[in-house]
């Protein structure tokens, strides 16, 4: 069965310092990945997906990923913090055939200035 | 850009009452997914919706839930006898096909007293 484990429920960086946010999967099959973004009072929002092409996934606000199947990783990073990125980063991976998404437990992500 | 999006946005209701909650997915879209998020845990999937059809359910989904596209437009969840623990934010979520991105509405916060 598919699972996703993010590790880190809350992460505080300062603003313009790198943001990583750790997101392991567990796959019986070749995964589709996703992260999704949630800002306060709104819905989740795709941030980038991964479906076994390119193993570095570039996604919106400046935000990639890198498949690593080897660790079974799915990391996400940005270069440099702003604070308008104060959200908070789910992880998921399809888990059924009828493309049902499992999500993480989610890590909230909060930009110091 | 189109969007998905739910009413109510809150939803207070007494335990034993039916509540019904509203989504509107995107129009061109074929596939509809109804998901929840205890307060402090991972978001959860409920239900898939294919050509007026449950394509796969959760355990969560028991006898209580229900959904319909009572249009060519809404896509509804009903909670027939609510309980304490069915307080949470649901989302409805559409895509074009099983394996493209899923689009999210802002969510619907149910409280059950």
């Known amino acids: 069965a598919q699972s996703v484990t993010q590790l880190g429920s809350h992460v505080s960086v300062s603003e313009g310092a790198l943001v990583l946010l750790r997101c392991n999967y567990s796959s019986s099959v070749p995964p589709y990945l996703f992260w999704y973004v949630q800002y306060p009072n709104q819905g989740l929002q795709l941030l980038l997906k991964y479906t076994s092409a390119a193993t570095l996934v570039k996604g919106i606000n400046g935000f990639e990923a890198e498949f690593k199947k080897s660790e079974t990783s799915f990391h996400l990073t940005k270069p440099s913090a702003h604070m308008s990125d104060a959200a908070e980063y789910f992880c998921a991976v399809y888990g059924g055939s009828q493309g049902n998404l499992i999500f993480g437990k989610g890590t909230k992500l909060s930009v110091k200035p | 850009e189109p969007e998905v999006t739910q009413t109510p946005s809150h939803q207070v209701t007494q335990m034993g009452q039916e509540v019904i909650l509203r989504c509107v997915p995107i129009s061109n879209h074929l596939y509809f997914y109804w998901y929840r998020q205890i307060l402090g845990q991972k978001v959860e999937f409920l239900v898939s919706?294919?050509?007026?059809?449950?394509?796969?359910k959760s355990e969560i989904f028991d006898d209580q839930f229900s959904v319909e596209r009572p249009d060519g437009s809404n896509f509804t969840l009903k909670i027939r006898s609510t309980k304490l623990e069915d307080s949470a934010m649901y989302f409805c979520a559409s895509d074009t096909s099983s394996t493209d991105t899923q689009y999210f509405g802002p969510g619907t916060r149910l409280t059950v007293l």
């Open positions: 919706f294919y050509n007026n059809e449950i394509s796969e």
